[in-house]
């Protein structure tokens, strides 16, 4: 297969995979007018609650490529891997928010990483899955850990 069908397949791929991750969960995290604060809360929560339930913890290794959009993008032996990051992160005693990763030095382009994450089967079918990777734990090269900053503990 040349090159320019490869990029083709993976970019009507990468729009289709988009369009029924972002549509499902925008719905999820939109209100209607007759709604009330307390119930798009409840909603929220129903879904952190069910994310939560239906994950399982998965160790990602490759090298760091960028962070786009609230999310590590990391290429692996076998693919790329793309991990929602949490907002807030601890590096040692300090508090980086996640745009500061790379910026504050911790990571760098290029460099192997380990993340630990939970991912969640959104569709799963034969021959084709969709899911969801949210980090909690990153490992750089040099084995230095950050942890984010969440409300809730994760033992593995």
Not at 60 to 74: P, R, S, V
Not at 127 to 151: K, N, R, S, T
């Amino acid at each position: 297969m040349n090159s320019k069908l490869k990029v083709i397949s993976l970019l009507i791929i990468s729009a289709v995979t988009g369009a029924l991750l972002y549509i499902p969960l925008t719905n999820a995290f939109q209100s209607s007018e007759a709604q009330s604060p307390e119930s798009e809360s409840l909603n929220k929560d129903q879904l952190i609650w069910w994310l939560l339930n239906n994950s399982e913890p998965v160790e990602i290794e490759g090298a760091a490529t960028a962070f786009h959009k609230d999310m590590l993008l990391i290429n692996t032996v076998d693919e790329q891997a793309r991990i929602a990051l949490p907002e807030e992160w601890t590096v040692g005693t300090e508090l980086v928010l996640r745009e500061m990763l790379f910026g504050s030095g911790y990571l760098s382009v290029g460099e192997n990483v380990t993340v630990k994450a939970l991912r969640t089967n959104i569709i799963e079918k034969e021959g084709m899955c969709i899911y969801f990777l949210i980090g909690y734990e990153i490992i750089d090269e040099l084995g230095v850990h950050a942890y984010a900053a969440i409300p809730f503990n994760i033992e593995t």
